[in-house]
């Protein structure tokens, strides 16, 4: 074979130059192969779901303290209420104590000079905590005193909701109140129609222990003083949302002074909450006293366990609450404490058997639609602005 016959067989053969057995590939419209733009697909879909996946765990994570804490708090919340309904002193100081005992590494410092630790400067003087303490106090004293005053858990579980829009939030009536006349805020016609729809719904909760509906055995049981000392509980928990509303009034203007500085607030409004507890002594003595069966220590320390799987399921509610609201939209956030609610109010009925009729269903669900409402259209106006 000559030369020029050799050079034209050698061009001719397939793929000769990129290798044996391999055609080369075709380009694209920019210039580069396909092979290349697969690689870059590949690549960049590989590095997709490297972030996505921890993002998707987060997710799930707080999804799961929502729901798994803020779900167990309540069951454990109900046994401790069975076993002594005049535990609330015990409960309201147990909770403070392991709040501040929880936050208080991040509020201490150690300097070589002194073997003591000392309180990091603060952001806001300590004056401007003294008034949000007592309010706080006072509102979590009244919310935990309530159950001994014949109010079911049921109406108290829908009652405190009142269609809250965050955990540590009043109710919507009550906020939109405030917000009225100390803020001078004004609200559109849904927003008007929902806070109606969840006020109704709280009365038609708080008079379903009233009426016989399907329960009827509850009025027959109930006496003139049942009645009164119902309504006195209706008026702590009421009492309780005006103080929660105060407490938000009071911290939004706080931090519009100082800044964001929400983490010494809980810490400086828990821990100096604690000296107000000396005046409850008593109280708590019988309240922790209670827990405690001198004729079985498994009962004992089974009671106790509970005590502290109450405090340790409320910090896994609020840290899941905080971390979801931070990973998604606040609608979502507020969709998704709906539907915790909902769940927990069933999780009173089915597990504890507590008293259910038409009326409580009613308000119930009157509650929870005018939240998720009041939710949506603030959403939407939030995003037309």
Request: with cysteine; glycine share 8%; aromatic share 10%.
């Amino acid at each position: 074979m000559s030369a020029r016959r050799r050079q034209n067989a050698k061009s001719a053969a397939p793929g000769w130059g990129y290798g044996h057995d391999t055609i080369p590939p075709p380009k694209t419209a920019n210039g580069t192969t396909k092979s290349d733009s697969s690689r870059s697909q590949e690549k960049a879909a590989e590095m997709t779901v490297s972030q996505l996946a921890p993002a998707l765990l987060d997710l799930y994570s707080a999804l799961s303290m929502v729901f798994g804490g803020c779900c167990s708090n309540v069951v454990s919340y109900e046994q401790l209420l069975i076993m002594n309904p005049r535990i609330g002193s015990a409960l309201t100081f147990s909770q403070m104590l392991f709040i501040t005992g929880q936050s208080l590494p991040a509020f201490v410092t150690f300097s070589q000079s002194s073997i003591l630790p000392r309180l990091k400067p603060r952001q806001v003087p300590l004056g401007q905590w003294a008034l949000q303490v007592i309010v706080l106090t006072s509102g979590s004293l009244l919310n935990n005193w309530a159950f001994a005053y014949n109010v079911p858990l049921t109406i108290l579980i829908v009652f405190r909701s009142a269609g809250k829009t965050r955990l540590l939030e009043p109710g919507l009536p009550v906020s939109m109140l405030f917000g009225y006349l100390f803020l001078k805020k004004r609200y559109n016609p849904i927003q008007i129609c929902s806070i109606i729809i969840v006020t109704t719904g709280v009365v038609l909760v708080t008079l379903s222990r009233t009426s016989s509906g399907s329960n009827s055995e509850t009025l027959k049981i109930m006496s003139k003083e049942d009645l009164s000392k119902y309504f006195l509980g209706i008026s702590m928990m009421t009492v309780s949302l005006f103080c929660t509303g105060f407490l938000g009034l009071l911290q939004e203007r706080t931090y519009q002074k100082y800044g964001p500085c929400w983490r010494e607030g809980v810490f400086y409004t828990h821990f100096l909450s604690l000296p107000i507890f000396i005046f409850l002594g008593g109280d708590i003595k019988q309240g922790l006293t209670s827990l405690s069966n001198p004729l079985s220590t498994s009962a004992t320390v089974k009671s106790f366990a509970i005590l502290l799987g109450n405090l340790v399921t409320q910090l896994m509610c609020v840290s899941g609450v905080n971390r979801l609201s931070s990973q998604v939209s606040s609608v979502s956030t507020n969709i998704a404490l709906t539907a915790r609610k909902a769940l927990s109010l069933c999780f009173s009925v089915w597990w504890f058997g507590n008293e259910w009729n038409g009326q409580l269903a009613t308000g119930a669900f009157m509650v929870f639609f005018g939240s998720l409402l009041y939710t949506l259209n603030a959403d939407r106006i939030n995003k037309s602005d």
